[in-house]
């Protein structure tokens, strides 16, 4: 029988599994089990419709955003083009789904796999450029996706947008947000552990290598470029998955949402939650996801004050600056992101009195 | 004929557009790699100043132009002081995303007081500097924004060549560190940069706004096109911005005019991943050798 483990007085790792642990004490493990009951078990019944839906468009950011944060925070390469990748899947699922009849459950992964491919081919200027470059490479990459997704009207029906069938699973349809709920937590409790299982393996370890040092990870026979375009890949796998959920949860899509500020709000989302942390990619989508509804209730309140139409409209300029001020606030003051909070947070508790 | 001598005109003159407006934008990188996603906000900023000044305040219009420069400077000078400087030395995805949350905040702010409709400003330009060049009518904004550019132009690299300042940022720009332990005041350089990459920001916006009226959305997007412009003329090269400019301004009269008007906005960043995949430090930039 196996001992309990608790939290050791000082470093007493004597083996490498032991570093690579996920939880490092017993009561982690407890906890987590015990958040995902509430999760499942209890949160979905005691909440409203509206804050049900909140909660989904959370669960569809952090899967986009895990992604996100594997290309930027694990393999340190900048893309400007996660909202593109985002639409691509939305537009996969759709056009799976209503082209082809392929069942809900098929069309999610595969519009994955599709915008993994297009994130390959627009992670192609990876293998020569570096840095702010590849940033601008990714801008471009976004604009020409935008100008293909509202161009190509035969496949995309360009502005008119496409609506999709109901999404059903096992049988089911799944129509109400709670079951999008379900099935929307589902996918991220699993792509989590699939992610944090994914930094534990050599390609998780190389992409840090590349982001710490490319020359020296070249150098230690990692082949950069193969694996710059595996980390395009997968972040834009779950850029497609999220986007195609996205799209069967709100049923009809159009071009209009994939734009800049959607890749900037997914950098956002990686950068205040916590570059490299994948809790941060979790908490980055809360935090922005709710800043946006916050923001949107506080304007529609100005709204219905019977403030004069003209102010109303300039409060959603508010919404913009709240926005910038969050991300600028963040970089300034907390560039470790709210994971860096919520560990010192913790650490407080567990070395509380002695907190030195 | 006509219509591709008119195109010309037009791609010529948008182009110098384009080319003005990323002036400021290289000048920023140059001395501090900082690459400024803000700047379109610079130039809209710039242009609704001398808007209040001139309309609102109803100053002269020297007096304006004067006082709205000086404001773009002291603003660029603010902006270095309070929210680049702690970033000195950061990884490079937070100065990027500072300057894009800045971009955010200045954009949401104009949109707060200015509206997103389009504003105007009064003619002022004397109707006796335009040029007929044939069949062609070459509008006296033009006219002037060309002339402005140039001066622009050459007090800018008579700046560079000849000034200590300038030396100074020419040294920065080569090697920060070095520069550094031959007595160069670096933060002083940055500061400096930036408030003149805000005031030429501004100047290109006054210009940008007397030809296509002044609205945030608009002069914001062209603060995005100047991405192509740096590129294709080389990220640290100011003379390179203009001729980038001027061949992206031209590629896109010429894509909007022969081919399709809708592919006119997005050529620019086609083209864009081209030169990055072929030529990545552009027509004029510094080569910095590094495989990876």
Redesign the interface.
Known sequence: MRTIKFHPCGNFKEHYEQEISIFETDFGRLWMWIGLLCLFGVLPFISGEYFLYVLNMIGIAAIAALGLNIL?GFTGQ?SLGHGAFFGVGAYAGAILATRLGMPFWLSVPAAGLVTALVGMVFGI?S???????L???T???Q??I??ILV?WESLTQGTMGITLPAATLLGMEITSDRAFFMVIYACLAGITLVTVNLMRTRFGRAFIAIRDN??AA?GMGIP?FPYKLLSFAISSFYAGFAGALWAFYSISITTEPFN?SLS?EY??MV?IGG?GSIPGAIFGAVFITGLNEVLRFVTDMFMQMGLST?FG??M?????????????LF??FE?KGLAEVWRIIRSNFRLWPFSY | MDFFLQLLVNGLSVGLLYGLSAMGFVMVFKSSSVLNFAHGELLAIGAFLFLVLSTWARLPIPAAFLMTLAGCFVLGFLVERIFLRPLIGEQLIFVIMLTVGLAAIFKGLLLFVFGGNLHTYPVFLPEGLALHLGAIYVPPVYVASSLTGIIFLVLFGLFFKFSPQGIFMRSVADNQRAALSLGVHVKKVFALSWAIAALVAGMSGIVLGIINGISVHEISAIGLKVFPVVILGGLDSIGGAIIGGIIIGLLEAFTGGYISPSLRDVVPYIVLVFILLIKPYGLFGLVEIERV
């Open positions: 930027i900048i200027p293998g020569r450029l570096k840095g702010l470059y940033t601008i490479a801008l471009a990459g604009f020409i935008e100008y161009h490319d020359r070249e950069i800049l900037v950098i956002a950068i570059l003209s409209l300039n959603a300029a508010l919404r913009e600056f709240a926005f910038g001020l969050a991300i600028v970089i300034l560039p």
